[in-house]
């Protein structure tokens, strides 16, 4: 073979190869500006920015909302009606609209770590809004005076569901692990979750990591959303002795 | 020939190396945003904070004009201070209230005759009276009771002995639970496709829906009474 056969070889397969490599890049190109334009990507995009300025927002509101229920609470000090200023406490408490402590229980509910079988169902071993709606309604029952789930205060009208892998609980969406506090007596609260048959034993039998602690102080933070009364309206008792039902 | 060879290989390899690089940054840089099918999520999700923005809003109007009103004086504060505390305790089930909402009856079906299948998972659980009102709750239900029990913060509905008990009374069959709220859709997403009436029927359950113009929730009755919790006092 000749030294311009050789050559010629070589200039051959640059050029070839530089025909190849602008096609790459021209579609590459192309492909890296589409990404950047596709409306949807746009669009949520833009909603993404909506939605975290609306969570600072709604943030500050919670903070103020807490701020202006704790000055309703002050004036209980003040001179007052004492029917009025005896009954503010408990009705708040109970409400759930103030922050308490006391003793009790912190119970974490965590996915499992074990390695499962492939054909396995993986939904079998994740934390659900049942499980903790299981183990709150335990401590409920052995007499929990507050209940929070990741720092959420549970109050009469809050739902606990299920939002993809999150769990969504007064419009917040919640993310393992789950940090279930009460506020009671430690040994009633952890003695009825650790029962034999109980709920703890329930959980680990789906394979939940499950862990009680008893506490000496624990502090429950207050509701911070809105009290909703689009529906409901007071109803004396009255109006039931007057038949008006 | 092998030389020419090798220099065009190393060439082509150099700038594979390159498109590859350029090609990770472009997907990871993609990765920053959110996937597209996320839209539909946050969608739903900016139109519940646009609710609850709009609500919250309206209850810290309503509160300021109330504490206001409580620096004027004595008798102005008490009267904000029991309107207030009015709201606080509907809220929290200690006053009787009603509304528009729906009532649900539960119960067992009954047994079908020569059908040749034993019922045994016929019978009404705790769970299934706790998913029912946590499902409700979840559909904005603003108060709900079953068998005249309110159901508060601190409520369980909990198998003891034979019987369920809800506030530490003890209910028996048919349950009925009502709830305040928009009948339709405390209704509808009960009623959902694969929802849980669906799931109840599935497990033997009958469970009957009527909206209603106006039900009646009564107050939780019992003595409020905290050995525990303590208010934590600001400075």
Redesign the interface.
């Known amino acids: 073979?000749t030294v311009f056969n050789?050559?010629k070889?070589?200039y051959w397969?640059?050029a070839l190869?530089s025909i190849i490599?602008g096609i790459?890049?021209s579609v590459?190109y192309r492909?890296?500006r589409d990404?950047q334009y596709?409306d949807?990507?746009l669009?949520?995009?833009e909603?993404?920015v909506?939605?975290d300025q609306?969570?600072k927002?709604?943030d500050v509101?919670?903070a103020?909302?807490t701020r202006?229920?704790?000055?309703?609470?002050n004036?209980?000090t003040?001179?007052?009606?004492p029917e009025?200023k005896e009954?503010?406490?408990?009705?708040?408490?109970?409400?759930?609209?103030?922050?308490?402590?006391?003793?009790?229980v912190e119970v974490t509910l965590q996915d499992s770590s074990a390695l499962h079988e492939p054909a396995e169902n993986p939904n079998f071993y994740i934390v659900h809004?049942?499980d903790i709606?299981?183990v709150v309604?335990?401590l409920?029952?052995a007499g929990?005076?507050?209940?929070a789930v990741n720092e959420q205060r549970?109050?009469?009208?809050?739902?606990?569901?299920c939002s993809?892998p999150a769990i969504s609980l007064n419009?917040k969406a919640l993310v393992p692990p789950f940090v279930i506090t009460a506020?009671?007596?430690p040994e009633i609260l952890a003695g009825a979750l650790n029962m034999r048959g109980g709920v703890v034993e329930f959980l680990q039998f789906c394979g939940i990591e499950v862990s009680v602690k008893k506490l000496e102080k624990i502090?429950?933070p207050a509701y911070t959303?809105?009290?909703?009364?689009?529906?409901?309206?007071?109803?004396?008792?009255n109006d039931?002795r007057e038949g008006l039902? | 020939m092998n030389r020419s060879f090798f220099y065009s290989f190393t060439l082509v390899t150099i700038m594979l190396g390159v498109m590859l690089g350029f090609q990770f940054r472009t997907t990871s840089a993609g990765n920053s945003v959110a996937a597209s099918d996320r839209g539909q999520e946050l969608a739903l999700e900016k139109k519940s904070l646009v609710g609850d923005l709009h609500e919250m809003q309206m209850e810290i109007n309503d509160l300021s004009t109330k504490l206001d009103q409580a620096g004027i004086g004595q008798k102005e504060a008490e009267e904000a201070l029991s309107i207030e505390l009015a709201k606080i305790k509907r809220f929290a089930g200690l006053s009787q209230v009603s509304g528009p909402g729906v009532e649900f009856i539960v119960q067992g079906q009954p047994l079908q005759a020569g059908a040749g299948t034993e019922h045994v998972l016929q019978n009404i659980t705790d769970q299934h009276l706790l998913k029912i009102v946590n499902e409700l709750y979840c559909a904005g239900s603003e108060a709900a009771a079953i068998n005249g029990q309110r159901i508060t913060a601190v409520s369980e509905v909990r198998l003891a002995g034979s019987h369920i008990n809800v506030n530490g009374t003890p209910i028996a069959p048919p349950y009925h639970i009502i709830a305040i709220g928009d009948a339709s859709a405390l209704k509808g997403r009960l009623e959902l496709k694969g929802g849980l009436i669906d799931y109840l029927n599935e497990c033997g359950i009958s469970i009957e829906a009527q909206e209603k113009s106006e039900v009646v929730i009564p107050a939780f009755t019992d003595k409020l009474y905290f050995e525990y919790a303590k208010v934590v006092q600001e400075n």
């Open positions: 073979m050789k050559l070889i070589f397969s640059i190869v490599l790459i890049f590459q492909i890296a990404i596709i949807s990507i669009r949520t995009q909603l993404t909506q939605v609306m969570k927002e709604r509101l919670q103020q909302l202006m229920r704790g000055q309703f609470e004036l209980s003040g001179p007052l009606a009025i009954g503010i406490e408990p009705a708040f408490i109970f409400a759930g609209v103030t922050e308490v402590s006391g003793s009790g809004d049942e709606l299981k309604n335990e409920k029952a929990a005076e507050a209940v549970l109050t009469a009208t809050t739902g606990i569901s993809g419009n506020v009671g007596s502090t429950i959303g809105s009290i909703k009364s689009d529906y409901i309206s007071e109803r004396d008792n039931i039902i």
